[in-house]
């Protein structure tokens, strides 16, 4: 009688033995890499700034959280909830501590201000925790039929003509546009949208047509690679190179735009929750942050140099500040009652039609922010705890902090839920460089990229199912 073969497994060898995979290993360095940092920042802050030891043993509890939100989001493949706690972790654990140690900012002097942003700052990575409970629970089938936004968009038949000369023409367009300052610098670029776009114009252009090149590109570049077709594949290939030109320079775009659109593509040809990979990601745009900062401005020829010990006192990071300094602003201004939020959620109701409507939260914090520090510009970080204090204190920072993890949440369990390469996984591949942008502020940047961004989405997948029929079809034709 022979014995039966023992199953080849990835986590055992012979019976009940367990061993480390190759992803465990990966964890298990993500956990190490972060606490070291964590307990290096602690160190060097208890070192200069002793009498602070409260308020550095607090973030260090707020920052161990969000290592533990981190990695797990991370094995359960969560990835907006992921990139979520990455936000936690290095802006309002690392960040601050690190600037409470260099004296970043003269308003932690404020000390009922400082605690009440601790509190903040706790308050939501507790609830961030709890939303990823929540989103760990499972997902039931109903057993119906799927929705369109949850179905595979390879189940109908796809003409990658039309998509393919669509974007075509779109990438003439904004090289017809742009010309030679592709090859300029950001300042440059920017000068020139605003010179020549009124505001609509040129909120279409950025969060709308110049990421529907690589969107679109990109998705029908994974079609013809499902569809095995080469002719497409190379087609799509050589597009969403010319795209990635484009839409992908450091030199004359935003960080957070082609971080966003490199995580799709990234994700949307391997697999919406592949978080190490994604994890990987975020690690290497930290270490070369400070490359892309070379040309934000017209007279920045180069990158910054910044050595490790003030790496995160910069404004790039300023999140934590920025909650105490809204703090500052609302105990001797008051609050605004949601009128930021409401008119960063109605971003597309003109200021003609709504005289009203609210500015950015850094638009008032501004003047303040100038008086205490030497920052040129009011497009400055302003977190969900920063917008919900402004709009009603403690409460409205706590409910506020919620409201977006729940959306996140949300679109989590709906894309888990759905079939591979249905819409709402593509817009999960959207997403986690955007919950970024959501969580640093401010919401209203970050919420209008996002929704221009599905808007480019859902046109792209339009035009991939749009046939064109140039004459009548006949029986046996072939497909367009």
Same mark, same amino acid.
């Given at each position: 009688?022979?014995?039966?073969?023992?199953?080849?497994?990835?986590?055992?060898?012979?019976?009940?033995?367990?061993?480390?995979?190759?992803?465990?290993?990966?964890?298990?360095?993500?956990?190490?890499?972060?606490?070291?940092?964590?307990?290096?920042?602690?160190?060097?802050?208890?070192?200069?700034?002793?009498?602070?030891?409260?308020?550095?043993?607090?973030?260090?509890?707020?920052?161990?959280?969000?290592?533990?939100?981190?990695?797990?989001?991370?094995?359960?493949?969560?990835?907006?909830?992921?990139?979520?706690?990455?936000?936690?972790?290095?802006?309002?654990?690392?960040?601050?501590?690190?600037?409470?140690?260099?004296?970043?900012?003269?308003?932690?002097?404020?000390?009922?201000?400082?605690?009440?942003?601790?509190?903040?700052?706790?308050?939501?990575?507790?609830?961030?925790?709890?939303?990823?409970?929540?989103?760990?629970?499972?997902?039931?089938?109903?057993?119906?039929?799927?929705?369109?936004?949850?179905?595979?968009?390879?189940?109908?038949?796809?003409?990658?003509?039309?998509?393919?000369?669509?974007?075509?023409?779109?990438?003439?367009?904004?090289?017809?546009?742009?010309?030679?300052?592709?090859?300029?610098?950001?300042?440059?670029?920017?000068?020139?949208?605003?010179?020549?776009?009124?505001?609509?114009?040129?909120?279409?252009?950025?969060?709308?047509?110049?990421?529907?090149?690589?969107?679109?590109?990109?998705?029908?570049?994974?079609?013809?690679?499902?569809?095995?077709? %080469?002719?497409? +594949?190379? #087609?799509?290939? &050589?597009? $969403?190179? *010319? =795209?990635?030109?484009?839409?992908? @320079?450091?030199?004359? !775009?935003? %960080?957070?735009? +082609?971080? #966003?659109?490199? &995580?799709? $593509?990234? *994700? =949307?040809?391997?697999?919406?929750? @592949?978080?190490?990979? !994604?994890?990987?990601?975020?690690?290497?745009?930290?270490? &070369?942050?400070?490359? *892309?900062?070379?040309?934000?401005?017209?007279?920045?020829?180069?990158?910054?140099?910044?050595?490790?010990?003030?790496?995160?006192?910069?404004?790039?990071?300023?999140?934590?500040?920025?909650?105490?300094?809204?703090?500052?602003?609302?105990?001797?201004?008051?609050?605004?009652?949601?009128?930021?939020?409401?008119?960063?959620?109605?971003?597309?109701?003109?200021?003609?039609?709504?005289?009203?409507?609210?500015?950015?939260?850094?638009?008032?914090?501004?003047?303040?922010?100038?008086?205490?520090?030497?920052?040129?510009?009011?497009?400055?970080?302003?977190?969900?705890?920063?917008?919900?204090?402004?709009?009603?204190?403690?409460?409205?920072?706590?409910?506020?902090?919620?409201?977006?993890?729940?959306?996140?949440?949300?679109?989590?369990?709906?894309?888990?839920?759905?079939?591979?390469?249905?819409?709402?996984?593509?817009?999960?591949?959207?997403?986690?460089?955007?919950?970024?942008?959501?969580?640093?502020?401010?919401?209203?940047?970050?919420?209008?990229?996002?929704?221009?961004?599905?808007?480019?989405?859902?046109?792209?997948?339009?035009?991939?199912?749009?046939?064109?029929?140039?004459?009548?079809?006949?029986?046996?034709?072939?497909?367009?």
């Amino acid at each position: 009688m022979s014995t039966p073969a023992i199953a080849k497994s990835d986590h055992t060898i012979g019976v009940g033995r367990p061993v480390i995979g190759l992803r465990d290993l990966f964890d298990l360095s993500i956990v190490v890499l972060a606490a070291s940092l964590l307990a290096w920042v602690m160190f060097v802050c208890d070192a200069e700034r002793p009498e602070m030891g409260g308020a550095n043993l607090l973030l260090g509890i707020n920052g161990a959280l969000a290592i533990a939100g981190l990695v797990v989001a991370m094995r359960c493949r969560h990835p907006i909830l992921m990139t979520s706690f990455y936000f936690d972790f290095i802006f309002l654990a690392i960040a601050p501590i690190q600037q409470i140690g260099v004296k970043f900012d003269p308003i932690f002097s404020y000390e009922n201000d400082f605690n009440a942003a601790l509190v903040c700052c706790l308050t939501f990575t507790v609830t961030g925790l709890i939303a990823l409970l929540v989103c760990g629970r499972p997902v039931r089938s109903t057993g119906r039929l799927p929705s369109f936004l949850a179905r595979s968009i390879y189940r109908a038949p796809y003409y990658p003509l039309v998509l393919w000369t669509a974007i075509a023409i779109a990438v003439g367009v904004v090289l017809a546009f742009f010309g030679p300052l592709l090859l300029t610098s950001r300042y440059e670029l920017s000068q020139f949208v605003i010179s020549t776009l009124d505001k609509s114009g040129s909120l279409l252009l950025t969060s709308f047509l110049s990421p529907l090149i690589l969107i679109g590109s990109v998705i029908g570049l994974r079609s013809a690679l499902i569809k095995r077709e %080469r002719l497409w +594949i190379m #087609a799509f290939f &050589v597009l $969403a190179t *010319l =795209a990635g030109v484009i839409t992908l @320079n450091p030199a004359v !775009l935003p %960080r957070f735009r +082609i971080s #966003a659109l490199l &995580v799709f $593509a990234l *994700l =949307a040809l391997t697999r919406w929750n @592949n978080t190490r990979l !994604l994890a990987l990601f975020l690690a290497a745009g930290i270490a &070369v942050s400070p490359l *892309l900062n070379a040309f934000r401005t017209a007279t920045s020829f180069g990158a910054e140099v910044r050595p490790f010990e003030r790496f995160f006192a910069h404004l790039d990071f300023d999140c934590f500040s920025l909650i105490v300094h809204v703090i500052h602003y609302v105990g001797n201004e008051g609050f605004s009652y949601g009128t930021n939020i409401l008119s960063a959620l109605l971003f597309f109701i003109p200021r003609a039609i709504w005289p009203g409507k609210s500015e950015h939260v850094g638009y008032y914090i501004f003047p303040q922010l100038r008086y205490y520090r030497d920052v040129w510009t009011d497009n400055v970080s302003s977190p969900p705890p920063a917008e919900g204090y402004f709009a009603c204190g403690m409460i409205g920072a706590a409910v506020f902090g919620a409201l977006v993890w729940a959306g996140f949440v949300v679109l989590e369990r709906a894309a888990r839920s759905a079939e591979r390469d249905s819409p709402l996984q593509l817009m999960a591949c959207l997403t986690p460089m955007y919950a970024i942008m959501i969580l640093r502020g401010p919401f209203l940047v970050g919420y209008s990229e996002l929704l221009g961004n599905y808007a480019a989405l859902a046109t792209a997948l339009a035009l991939l199912h749009f046939k064109l029929q140039l004459a009548p079809p006949h029986p046996g034709s072939a497909r367009t």
